[in-house]
């Protein structure tokens, strides 16, 4: 499909103003022989740091390090590969995006990369579509966007950072991939309006404290990919029943509290779900509690 770029800054959004094609994000002007020659098929890459339209983007060799306009309906130029984070100047170690007034951020189909708190403390952003593109979510790109309902992660997606979404307390609901392969630490951690998740078949380990504190989660399928689930990974979900939850056979316990602590009041073990039942234990020559699936003893 043809198009026409802005050889400035590479962006493809122009608008036939006042006789001129005027670029959106430069403000660059050509006339209509001019714009003739920008009229391309496929895709341009810009290399080199790029001057935007009342400096309201930070972008450097491909990277958009820092957003400095005043809209609340941002839409990042298209010569943006990477959404990253700056570090020197006034905004020194700061996400993109980090801690701004923004409500909604449409990102151009070519970004692959999504950085660390990049959307961080974005406590008005209600809406936001990652694109096909994006293979990486890094640590605490979304994470406390306490106004987020609810995120698609696409397909092409491989790796999901620690923390990327916790802290999203408005978050009801997540779609994760086939192509995700592990749930990092404290990914999905304090989304306390989060109700149920599937976690796909690609999936083989889930972090520790990954959904520590979501505690309206009421359902959550784990496949039978998954070897490792590591401490606390359930822990404060406390509206999950573990009567009707069982963990894979493929799981391989270890005797930390996988789950919330109050599954041992409900006579479930909280390292595994497995029933707590009274049992002759050898080793102790007595009665007690004992978990029939991980072995673990109760007072």
């Known amino acids: 499909m043809k198009a026409i770029r802005c050889e400035l800054c590479g962006n493809n959004q122009l608008i036939k103003k006042d006789g001129f094609f005027q670029c959106e994000y430069c403000g660059t002007k050509y006339t209509l022989e001019e714009a003739k020659k920008l009229i391309i098929s496929g895709s341009v890459q810009v290399e080199g740091d790029v001057k935007t339209k009342d400096a309201d983007f930070i972008i450097k060799a491909g990277t958009l ?3 400095n306009g005043e809209s609340t309906v941002v839409t990042i ?6 959404i990253g984070k700056i570090t020197s100047g006034e905004y020194k170690v700061k996400g993109a995006f980090e801690g701004l007034s923004i409500e909604k951020v449409i990102i151009p189909d070519n970004v692959t990369y999504i950085g660390h708190d990049a959307f961080r403390y974005c406590s008005s952003l209600t809406s936001i579509t990652i694109p096909d593109s994006v293979t990486s979510i890094e640590h605490g790109a979304f994470a406390d966007c306490t106004s987020l309902t609810s995120i698609t992660i696409p397909d ?7 923390s990327a979404f916790s802290g999203c307390t408005s978050l009801t609901s997540v779609t994760i991939p086939d192509s995700v392969t592990s749930i990092g630490a404290y990914t999905f951690s304090g989304c306390t309006s989060l109700t149920s998740i599937t976690i796909p078949n690609s999936v ?3 972090g520790s404290n990954a959904f520590n504190g979501c505690t309206s989660l009421t359902s959550i399928t784990i496949p039978d990919s998954v070897t490792s689930i590591e401490d606390g990974a ?20 270890s005797k930390d509290n996988i789950f919330d602590y109050s599954f041992a009041g409900k006579g479930y073990c909280y390292c595994c779900a497995g029933q707590i039942k009274h049992s002759f234990l050898f080793k102790e020559r007595k009665f007690g509690k004992k978990c029939v699936r991980c072995g673990k003893i109760y007072p």
């Open 156 to 162: 092409s997606v491989t790796s999901i950072g620690n």
């Open 234 to 253: 359930f822990a404060g979900c406390t509206a999950l029943d573990p009567a009707k939850f069982q963990l894979p056979i493929s799981v391989s316990i």
């Open 204 to 206: 083989t380990s889930i």
């Open 65 to 67: 390090e820092r957003y």
């Open 77 to 82: 130029p298209g010569n943006v590969k990477k």
